[in-house]
């Protein structure tokens, strides 16, 4: 009988752990562009590693789920709607929504998930260079203004015309998805005859024999500079640190598999976005550090985001590359 309240307050513990294990949400929503940079985000939904990670935190069963979006500032709608707890995209929106977020609602980087060029590739015969474009050109990007293509470009031209001369080529660029400006440059019927791509879209462009490379990012930004970015706002940060860790550790997972298994990789891209090419071709991509490197580490991060800040499209400047991360990131050899 004596036994009865001791065994009672160890009820008692153990309910209340697990309360306060589910006082965190049970739900990780993923809004993401399409292209191969997102890789790590498909790894991690297709191999359950949230899930895993989550569970062995004492966090029960967790529900993922993965909608994908046209570009990083749409991806941004959703988490500033509360309808997404992770964004992804490039260093573009992310250090936009950065800048728009500065108080309680802050938004910061989770970590990036590589680094890869943009390619600009045209099908019209007359452009071999930046200089060959006039009024009445058109160049895709993903979103204008803010993606990395749109940023890049802004870079080119304050190099090859001068820091005056760096919004020269915003005319002629127009809002257009990836896949949509791939069809576009396939069929050679569109108006937009220069498409700022990434991969795998650059190469199919490319290897198609319908258009040509102008120029690559790095032509004008430091080559391995990070591109695609994973970020939460404290919104999903602050009440659920067991969860937000969880997810930190399946990415981690995801790039280290990515780097050990290409070939299990290019598997899950293929399943997640279908393409007419054999497996071997994605696989080809994703051991060609010329064309991507998956790595967690930030890299020129804070040279991007004090250049948005010079041009007036950020409001505030960043004096460290940490300050556009959470705590997970600050001990990495970043830049």
């Keep these: 009988m004596r036994r009865i309240p001791a065994l009672c307050l160890v009820a008692w513990f153990i309910a209340l ?18 292209g191969l940079g997102y890789l790590p985000s498909y790894v991690a ?11 062995a935190a004492g966090l029960g069963d967790i529900q993922v789920t993965l909608t994908r979006m046209a570009s990083g500032p749409a991806a941004n709608d ?19 929504v950065w800048d728009k977020t500065h108080g309680a609602q802050q938004v910061r980087g989770m970590m990036p998930l590589c680094s890869s060029p943009v390619f600009l590739v045209s099908n019209d015969p007359r452009i071999h260079s930046l200089r060959d474009f006039r009024d009445g050109d058109k160049i895709s990007v993903s979103a204008i203004k803010v993606t990395d293509q749109a940023i890049v470009l802004q870079m080119a031209a304050a190099k090859e015309w001068g820091w005056d001369q760096r919004f020269r080529l915003d005319p002629l660029t127009v809002s257009m998805s990836n896949p949509d400006a791939l069809i576009a ?12 791509s990434i991969i795998p879209f650059s190469v199919t462009e490319l290897e198609s024999g319908k258009a040509h490379l102008v120029m690559t990012s790095d032509q004008y930004l430091e080559p391995g500079s990070s591109s695609v970015v994973m970020w939460a706002g404290a919104r999903f940060h602050d009440p659920n640190p067991k969860l937000y860790a969880a997810v930190v550790a399946a990415f981690e997972d995801a790039i280290a598999l990515i780097n050990r298994d290409p070939h299990l990789a290019a598997q899950i891209y293929v399943a997640r976005e279908p393409q007419k090419h054999d497996l071997g071709w994605i696989e080809t991509m994703i051991r060609d550090p010329k064309l991507i490197t998956y790595s967690s580490t930030p890299r020129g991060t804070l040279a991007h985001e004090q250049f948005m800040y010079k041009v007036g499209t950020l409001k505030h400047e960043a004096k460290t590359w940490q300050e556009l991360f959470w705590e997970n990131e600050a001990g990495k050899p970043g830049s």
């Design 185 to 196: 440059i396939m069929s050679g019927q569109n108006e937009v005859k220069t498409h700022a």
């Design 17 to 34: 752990s697990v309360t306060a294990a589910r006082a965190e949400q049970s739900m990780v929503r993923i809004a993401q562009p399409y």
């Design 45 to 55: 939904v297709d191999q359950h590693l949230i899930e895993q990670h989550a569970k």
């Design 78 to 96: 959703l988490l500033l709607a509360d309808d997404a707890d992770i964004a992804m995209g490039g260093f573009g929106p992310a250090f936009t």
